[in-house]
Nanobody
Framework: QVVESGGGLVQPGDSLTLSCVANGLNLDWWAIGWFRQVPGKEREGVSCINKSDRRTYYKDSVKGRFTISRDNAKNTVYLQMNNLNAEDTAVYFC????????????????????WGQGTQVTVSS
């Protein structure tokens, strides 16, 4: 139902934009979240955009560097990532939820129903 793309290998300080296409989902009814995971660690919430008012949420360490947005006409949510550093290296997943953020915290993984397969982002010099 959701498919990510846009990952790649970049250098520190570079920018990258990830895309999440929500096939068959109305973005006015589904919040979309971005998560990331590195081997040996739990998957963590990076950002979320609300379904109705488009309010956005961010993990503290990405505030001011990452921007989440959506294009309803294309049924796509974007994660613009600027000034990337090595700590941003991870597999990035997008996910869809009808519950967050009103019923649960925006980064509550169990509240997301649909998950993509992930896209690798590697930041290295």
């Amino acid at each position: 139902q959701v498919v990510e793309s846009g990952g790649g290998l970049v250098q520190p300080g570079d920018s990258l934009t990830l895309s999440c296409v929500a096939n068959g989902l109305n973005l006015d009814w589904w919040a979309i979240g971005w998560f990331r995971q590195v081997p040996g660690k739990e998957r963590e919430g990076v950002s979320c955009i609300n379904k109705s008012d488009r309010r956005t949420y961010y993990k503290d360490s990405v505030k001011g560097r990452f921007t989440i947005s959506r294009d309803n006409a294309k049924n796509t949510v974007y994660l613009q990532m600027n000034n990337l550093n090595a700590e941003d290296t991870a597999v990035y997943f997008c996910a869809a939820s009808v519950y967050v953020p009103s019923g649960s915290p925006w980064n509550a993984r169990p509240e997301y129903d649909y998950w993509g397969q992930g896209t690798q982002v590697t930041v290295s010099s």
